[in-house]
């Protein structure tokens, strides 16, 4: 993900690199044991444990062994924190009667603190997730600081209309915060997607009750530390450690939360838009999963067309809901492609995540790690042709050898469901035509990309692919500025961009009798 | 003028202001030369010209006087500056924003000296500079900071098989020329919203004001800007000013000043290479009392609006037209009011009104007092100078102005408020309508219906409703009718900064 900005941010000029380059960047030598400092809950700008006392293990992936203990919010708590962030809502409130340019300060505060302390959040980072320290020092923390800073800059320039309605009125529209927003964030970017859900969501005055994923809470409960520190106002941000199935369901029936953002599975996806229908109708927005399809031409830069698609699908263990994770390659170039994709992977370097030269760690968890596995056998099992991988790669933690599957067809199960690990498909294509409707047969529609030097291809493919994002001859590039989302069963709504700050607004009417209407 | 934030929204919202510190102790000069490609430079004539402290006469410094062939350097440094593929226009818009985020901070850093260079070089009260000038600039440059990477450009539904998109360029290098009653703020003005969308600037500040200006070049060096993005020419109208308006090398030329010479401005445009022009110029601004206001605020807004930076705002409440009913009330409050007024040493942080800010100005505005006199205004207060060779004028009252006299016609730009009286709405506003300027009017009133239509009514740019000078980046600011052509501020500004280029694809229709 993300890698574009990254080097063009870095290394200008260079248009072409290999991941390994990152060990070249001035990354400072990481602490591999970062003080873990906040471990409770986060309500109204204070630190509580949990109502009910209890606490969960946060585990470090690379060994298996637990971090620490973390308070494990519950209904109860739930409750007290909506209560804190219907509070800093009222009508008159700090938070309320803040002026919108001063909202945009607070914000750019934040992402100065989180700039400050790059590189322990880094650290926390890897520690709790397993992402290689280069990744998290380089790619998610800039990229958080910048969302920030990109929505501080939207504060105070999200305005309404004056409007000529029929008739002697005088018309215009605010656009007012919703109010308390629920926030479900997952645990494979775990300090991105929380700068992707509070940025718009404090940039247009909301306050938010935000659960952050049982697997990785530790580096959110350090950021919440930072928004107390640059002044936010109590209540307008809480943020609670927790399980899916209580907290987070707990936030999506709650009756007094006003809109609820998700980022994770389909399947959870369903039940949170359930939950909102049996409660309130609160409003949702999904960011869910993907299959998405990378094409590759016979007329693409072939060197590069490989290293993308492998950066596509390997970035991040895996781990990415945007993974091109169905490659589809012309038939011309469909052997080459393939062994040189193989070659690649083989070279992708495994191992301890805080090693500068490591490419790939390890993935989330033991349920994560066993869930690939089996898709690795049934991809087996069903006649794909394992070219290389297969299996776990090392004695403990959770790591998988980067995996590529040729020969895929597309009714495979390893072609259908997100995998959501270093295990490559490759599949071949003869005709446009052809592999458009196949990319577009899938139940999901988040991202796809398209390599090629021929502009008329590229229109084609790129307009008739059925994906919130397609990128084309290149692949995860994201921008705070550009919208992200998907089509179908891949979610509802937009993050990122000025249309992320639509998900996020109550447009209110005023309409006024006026004696005589002129132009 | 530019009540911008904190002085208006109280503590609650704002940024919490800063205590007002004892101005800095000035000794000498930094920056006296022209700024070009990121150095200080002398003038390629030789010549300098001295800057004089208002409030005494003295003179602070010599500052080297740039004309033609200095601004034909400025020229050259900022379209190197914007070639393609340049470091300014290969960076991030996102980095751009970022710098200009750092020049606020620079300045935020030496708020106390920009503040007490400038008071010393305007005349204007410490406390005004320290507060209003500063904030509005700092401000300024961090809305348009915000705007760098949200201006888009669209992708658009066209017939037939094209595929068509639009992308917001930058016009290349733009001149600006600004005047002297609010030099740091003006300078913001013009170029936050030049910068954010990437043009490179060549600016002349005003021949009685130039230090602030000169500071802030060292400032955008120090914040990381490429050379040659913002150039600063020190000059007189007539010469460098000129210089800039007749370029043919400048692609867009922004001037604030007055009416008069907004006219040579385009003509020189138009004379040489079309360039765009953008013009913030005078005003005669109505300001219409209606009998059912809150007496106390009408009377202090539409006092603050006629005397504020001494009367020299081009936003300036010159004409307040009080409904027959209270107008008496109305006359006697202004006055009492006038007299809190505390004229003296702007340093002095009591100090509610300085000098004029040269000989030139306090004879013109001496002058329409005395016309006021002569054609039957009846004086209420003041109307005399303070001292004998200062610059200082008394607050001045007339009331029964007349719409014919000169003082109800000329912009005075002095602390003349002139108060008429009026009978019936639609007199009011056809009364107040009846001016070659537009650029901002108010009106007082508790009645929704005559707020709506009145402000309605009115053909000035900006109208306040029961406030006055509430200036804020966010909204856009500009003239009617011969008090300019364009906005700036806001989003709309922007589009003061910007070539649309429109890029259609044809789509392959045998695919």
């Given amino acids: ?73 519950d209904e109860a708590d739930v409750d007290k924190a909506v209560k804190a962030a219907r509070d800093a809502f009222r009508f008159g409130s700090p938070w309320r009667r803040m002026d919108a340019s001063h909202r945009g300060l607070l914000l750019h505060r934040l992402a100065d603190a989180i700039e400050r302390d790059t590189a322990y959040l880094a650290e926390l980072e890897t520690l709790d997730n397993g992402k290689p320290y280069a990744v998290s020092y380089a790619v998610d923390v800039p990229h958080v600081v910048k969302c920030l800073r990109y929505y501080a800059g939207w504060a105070d320039k999200w305005e309404g209309k004056t409007i000529p309605i029929d008739g002697d009125y005088f018309c215009y529209t605010r656009h007012e915060p919703i109010g308390v927003c629920g926030q479900i964030i997952p645990w494979n970017f775990p300090l991105l997607m929380q700068a992707w859900k509070l940025g718009p969501a404090l940039a247009t005055g909301n306050t938010v009750v935000m659960k952050v994923a049982e697997q990785t809470p530790l580096t959110a409960l350090y950021v919440a530390s930072l928004i107390k520190e640059v002044g936010f106002p109590e209540g307008v941000v809480n943020i609670l450690p927790g399980m899916g199935p209580s907290a987070g369901a707990a936030i999506a029936r709650h009756m007094d939360v006003d809109k609820l953002a998700f980022t994770g599975s389909t399947e959870v996806g369903h039940l949170i838009q359930q939950a909102s229908g049996n409660s309130n109708l609160k409003k949702v927005t999904l960011e869910l999963g993907g299959k998405s399809p990378n094409i590759i031409l016979s007329d693409a830069n072939m060197e590069d067309a490989v290293e993308q698609s492998h950066f596509a699908l390997f970035f991040n263990q895996g781990q990415c809901c945007c993974a091109g994770s169905r490659t589809y390659v012309q038939e011309e170039v469909y052997d080459e492609f393939l062994e040189r994709s193989v070659e690649r992977a083989k070279r992708r370097v495994v191992g301890n995540p805080f090693d500068l030269n490591t490419e790939q760690g390890p993935q989330v968890d033991q349920e994560q790690f066993n869930k690939i596995l089996g898709y690795i056998s049934s991809g087996k099992r069903e006649g794909a042709k394992l070219m290389c991988g297969g299996g776990a790669a090392a004695d403990r933690g959770y790591f998988i050898q980067p995996t590529v599957f040729g020969d895929v067809q597309d009714d495979m199960t390893i072609a259908r469901e997100e995998i959501f690990g270093p295990v490559m498909q490759i599949l071949k294509f003869k005709s446009l035509e052809e592999v458009v409707t196949r990319a577009n047969d899938s139940k999901y529609g988040l991202a796809a990309a398209v390599f090629t030097k021929d502009i008329d291809k590229a229109n084609y493919v790129s307009n008739g692919l059925r994906a919130g994002t397609v990128w084309i001859n290149c692949y995860d590039v994201f921008g705070a500025q550009a919208p992200f989302g998907g089509y179908k069963a891949s979610g509802n709504g937009r993050e990122l961009g000025e249309y992320g700050l639509d998900n996020y607004t109550e447009v209110k009417t005023v309409t006024i009798k006026v004696p005589q209407k002129n132009s | ?42 003038s390629c004539a030789g010549r300098t010209f001295p800057t004089l402290n208002p409030a005494t006469g003295v003179k602070i410094c010599d500052v080297q006087e740039a004309d033609e062939e200095d601004v034909d350097k400025a020229v050259e440094a900022a379209k190197a500056a914007v070639q393609r593929g340049s470091p300014w226009r290969r960076m991030d818009a996102s980095s751009r924003g970022r710098l200009l985020h750092k020049l606020a901070d620079l300045i935020e850093r030496d708020r106390l000296l920009l503040a007490t260079l400038e008071t010393l070089d305007t005349g204007k009260p410490f406390l005004q500079s320290f507060f209003i000038d500063m904030d509005g600039s700092i ?45 740091l703020l003006m300078f913001m003005w013009k170029i936050a919203p030049a910068l954010s969308c990437g043009n490179t600037v060549v600016i002349k500040p005003a021949e009685q004001t130039p230090l602030t200006a000169l500071h802030i070049g060292s400032l955008i060096k120090e914040a990381g800007f490429p050379p040659g993005v913002v150039n600063i020419v020190p000059g007189f109208g007539t010469t460098a000013g000129a210089a800039i308006a007749g370029h043919m090398g400048i692609d867009k030329v922004a001037f604030t000043g007055s009416t008069e ?32 206001c809150d007496l106390q605020l009408a009377v202090e807004e539409t006092q603050k609006g006629a005397f504020y930076n001494q009367g020299q705002c081009c936003t300036a409440a010159s004409r307040v037209f009080v409904e027959e009913s209270i107008h008496e009330e109305f006359v006697r409050c202004s006055i009492e009011k006038a007299k809190k007024i505390v004229i003296g040493d702007p340093l002095d942080p009591q100090t509610s009104q300085g000098p004029q800010i040269d000989r030139q100005q306090f004879d013109k505005i001496m002058d329409l007092i005395e016309s006021g006199k002569k054609e039957g205004a009846r004086l209420e207060y003041g109307g005399v100078a303070v001292g004998e060779k200062s610059l200082f004028i008394q607050p001045t009252i007339f009331s029964g102005v007349k719409d014919h006299m000169r003082i109800a016609k000329e912009e005075i730009f002095g602390p003349v408020q002139c108060i008429f009286s009026f009978k019936t709405q639609q007199e009011a506003i056809e009364r107040a309508n009846c001016s070659q300027y537009g650029l901002v009017s108010a009106a007082f009133t508790t009645s929704l219906d005559r707020a709506l239509s009145v402000s309605a009514a009115l053909e000035t740019g900006t109208v306040w409703i029961n406030c006055y000078n509430a200036l804020h980046a966010q909204t856009p600011f500009g003239g009617y009718k011969m008090s300019g052509n364009g906005r700036e501020l806001g989003e709309y500004a922007l589009a003061e900064y910007s070539e649309v280029k429109t890029v259609t694809i044809k789509l392959s229709e045998t695919m």
């Fill in chain 1, 1 to 73: 993900m993300l890698r574009a900005a990254l080097f063009s941010r870095t290394l200008p000029g260079l248009s072409r690199l290999s991941t390994n380059l990152y060990s070249s960047l001035a990354i400072p030598a990481p602490s591999c044991r970062p003080e873990v400092q906040f471990n409770q809950l986060f309500i109204n700008n204070q630190w509580q444990d949990a109502a009910s006392g209890k606490t969960f293990p946060t585990i470090n992936p690379a060994t298996g062994e637990v971090i620490c203990q973390v308070a494990e919010a």
């Fill in chain 2, 1 to 42: 003028m530019a009540q911008n934030g904190v002085t208006e929204n109280g503590a609650c919202g704002g940024a919490p202001a800063p205590a007002l510190p004892r101005p800095a102790d000035v000794q000498g000069i930094a920056h006296t030369k022209i700024f070009i490609d990121n150095e200080w430079r002398t």
């Fill in chain 2, 139 to 183: 401000k300024t440059l961090r809305y348009y900071a915000g705007w760098t990477d949200k201006i888009h450009g669209k992708s658009l539904p066209v017939d037939e098989s094209f595929m068509c998109l639009t992308k917001h360029e930058p016009v290349g290098v733009c001149g600006a020329i600004i005047p002297w009653n609010f030099p």
């Fill in chain 2, 261 to 292: 010479v907004g006219q040579l401005i385009k003509e020189a445009a138009a004379k040489s290479n079309l360039k765009r022009v953008t013009l913030e110029l005078g005003g005669k601004n109505p300001c219409i009392v209606f009998a059912d």
